[in-house]
């Protein structure tokens, strides 16, 4: 397994941005597909994002595309999650995760996890 750790998250106004980061350690990065989910208090946990190992193939749920980017680079072992235009709604503690099966990442499967890190969009 490798280890995951997500930092950046915080309180930001509507319409602002964050940048999250998922740091990973115990294996090489590029062995593995890596996604975002995020849970919302009272609420199942919901798909954002995910990206190949490589970077070139990407995917958005409905409810974040056009205003979040997933990104990865593979030299500093690191995940990123851009998040622009933030809605109230984005509300959610969001976490990373990884595998080296692309599938299992999509449906919230990962074998490695991170603990999460809490986005509060309010005014």
């Known amino acids: 397994q490798v280890q995951l750790v997500e930092s950046g998250g915080g309180l930001v106004q509507p319409g602002g941005s964050l940048r999250l980061s998922c740091a990973a350690s115990?294996?090489?990065?590029?062995?593995?597909?890596m996604g975002w989910f995020r849970q919302a208090p009272g609420k199942e946990r919901e798909y954002v994002a995910v990206i190949s190992r490589s970077g070139t193939v990407t995917d958005y749920s409905d409810s974040v595309k056009g205003r979040f980017t997933i990104s990865r680079d593979n030299n500093k072992n690191t995940l990123y999650l851009q998040m622009n235009s933030l809605k109230p709604e984005d509300t959610a503690v969001y976490s990373c995760?990884?595998?080296?099966?692309?599938?299992?990442?999509?449906?919230?499967?990962?074998?490695?996890w991170g603990q999460g890190t809490q986005v509060t969009v309010s005014s």
């Open positions: 115990g294996r090489t990065l590029s062995n593995y597909a």
């Open positions: 995760e990884a595998d080296e099966d692309f599938s299992r990442v999509v449906h919230g499967n990962a074998t490695s």
